[in-house]
């Protein structure tokens, strides 16, 4: 009898075929062919031990847990330029975790990254590494990143959020759910495989960032420079940088992308004193937040001319999707401390949140904001403010309407003062299939780590690295969360569950093994 895998026919001694073959026998005996064996096709000659690799994870989820701690502690903020030092070390204390497990390690100089007083700065190497050649295999890239938003304790933490503090089974400490505890869970899916001498199902490789908190800066010529060298050979991506919606498991098959309009007006050539000029001057402040007032309704509709008409309509399909998620309304409400929501049930929240666009004004550059009160007549303000793309919008079109729309209001109030617009981020959302194998996949493993079935989810925010890697490579991505809903993401107290960190390691064995499962012709 033989077996083939991946294209190739090995021949097993003829005695282990069964009883059930004994008429083939006998006919064999009469015409002997020249090669009397039977193809079997399977997928791989191992059963895949989950269960013994479980157990391995469990024994040694303290030693992960403290591995955390020692990346928490470096406060590997991108943000802040006088922690670039402890960022490099951060990328180089990956780079070598990485290289100790035998993976051909690389740290990629990106560049420099100016600032705005005209000086450079190095920015931190990106992470590269892999494990395993086999051309026989499905290679999987895994993203993650390092850096993490700024935090002080005095801000309303806790505990100090550089020092992992473990509390009711809950690990608190900045960047532990975003992103360093589901990096270092991938890392220890492979180093299971390799401690218990399994074979990895699947090439592995990385792709580790030291600056998503800040726009990413320099990875997306990286990776163009590259694709036809590091990324020609990868199959998947996957991005475990999201959360989940609830207590149950999650895959994340769409983001939204985002606009960012800096909306500037400007009047005299200095402040002016409110009680000596105010009533003669038309103030810059007066212009914007009359042009401001324009972009969106009390209700939530956008006011701008052409925005919703590029937006994807929400199929029959989709809707049953989201009546399937689990989501509990009131809980959302009581979580960020609001009694009222713009839309009263559960698939008009989500779809708002996921795939409809949305304005949010963020604040006003200019103004006077600090404690007290100064009577100052603001010389030049400039509002900021976002519009959250969904599919089937064009940044560049968003930009156009946008801009023609502001400068029309302005132009009706007649005023003296100067308007300018600009675009400063441009990114367009991502959406993937969810009948693709990967997302089979990744429903497989989920149901054989957490024994249910995932929510399918999109977010609301932007990851535009998955935007990026679409484009550039042309690879099919899932983005895989492991993060809780209440984990408090680049807010004060961020956490990562202890269970969600030693059980998303599990998730990620078990998905290696379903990705393996895919066929070769599956693109």
């Known amino acids: 009898m033989s077996r083939q895998q991946h294209g190739a026919t090995v021949c097993l001694p003829e ?53 955390l701690r020692d990346w928490v502690a470096i406060e590997s903020d991108s943000s802040n330029v006088l922690k670039r030092p402890e960022l490099h070390r951060m990328m180089e204390k990956a780079a070598q975790k990485l290289r100790l497990m035998g993976g051909t390690v690389e740290l990629v100089d990106i560049g ?39 935090a002080k304790r005095e801000d309303g933490w806790a505990t100090d959020p550089y020092n992992l503090t473990d509390i009711s089974g809950n690990l608190y400490g900045r960047g532990a759910s975003d992103n360093k505890a589901p990096v270092l869970a991938w890392i220890h899916a492979v180093e299971a495989y390799q401690a218990l001498n399994m074979e990895l199902p699947v090439n592995v490789k990385f792709v580790i960032e030291g600056m998503e908190e800040t726009g990413s800066n320099g990875l997306d010529a990286m990776i163009l420079a590259q694709r036809d060298t590091f990324f020609s050979d990868v199959d998947y991506i996957v991005i475990s940088d999201c959360g989940w919606l609830s207590k149950r498991p999650a895959l994340t098959y769409g983001t939204r992308g985002n606009c960012y309009f800096f909306a500037e007006v400007e009047g005299p050539n200095r402040d002016l004193h409110s009680g000596v000029y105010g009533g003669t001057v038309i103030e810059p402040m007066t212009d914007l937040i009359g042009i401001l007032d324009t972009l969106i309704s009390p209700s939530g509709k956008i006011l701008i001319p052409g925005i919703r008409d590029a937006v994807a309509p929400l199929s029959d399909d989709e809707w049953r999707m989201y009546q399937d998620i689990q989501f509990d309304i009131e809980h959302y409400k009581n979580k960020i401390g609001v009694s009222q929501l713009m839309y009263t049930n559960k698939v008009d929240v989500l779809a708002h949140l996921w795939r409809y666009p949305t304005v949010t004004i963020h604040g006003i550059e200019g103004a006077f904001s600090d404690p007290g009160t100064k009577t100052v007549i603001p010389a030049k303000v400039t509002a900021k403010f ?53 997302y089979e996949a990744g429903k497989a493993a989920v149901k054989r780590v957490f024994d249910t079935d995932p929510d399918l989810i999109r977010e609301g925010g932007t990851i535009p690295i998955a935007r990026t890697f679409q484009d550039v490579t042309g690879k099919s991505i ?12 680049h807010s004060q107290n961020e956490k990562m569950s202890r269970y969600n960190y030693i059980e998303g390691t599990k998730l990620f064995i078990a998905y290696l093994n379903e990705v393996s499962q895919i066929k070769k012709t599956s693109v």
């Open 386 to 438: 976002s519009i959250r793309q969904v599919p089937n919008m064009d940044p560049a079109m968003v930009k156009k309407q946008v801009t023609d729309y502001l400068h029309s209001v302005f132009a009706k109030r007649k005023s003296p003062n100067t308007l300018k617009v600009t675009m400063v981020i441009g990114a367009k959302p991502w959406l993937a299939d969810t009948q693709h194998p990967l």
């Open 478 to 489: 899932i983005m895989m969360p492991i993060g809780g809903f209440d984990d408090g993401l």
């Open 112 to 150: 420099e990254q100016e600032l705005p007083d005209g000086q450079t700065l190095a920015l931190p190497k990106v992470v590269t590494a892999q494990f395993g050649n086999d051309s026989n295999k499905h290679t999987v890239c895994v993203y993650g990143h390092l850096d993490v938003q700024p």
């Open 15 to 67: 005695e282990t075929v069964t009883h059930t073959c004994s008429r083939e026998k006998v006919r064999q005996k009469m015409n002997p062919p020249v090669l009397p064996c039977i193809l079997l096709v399977i997928s791989t000659v191992h059963a895949f031990q989950y269960t013994e690799l479980a157990r391995y994870i469990d024994s040694h989820q303290e030693e992960y847990v403290e591995a």
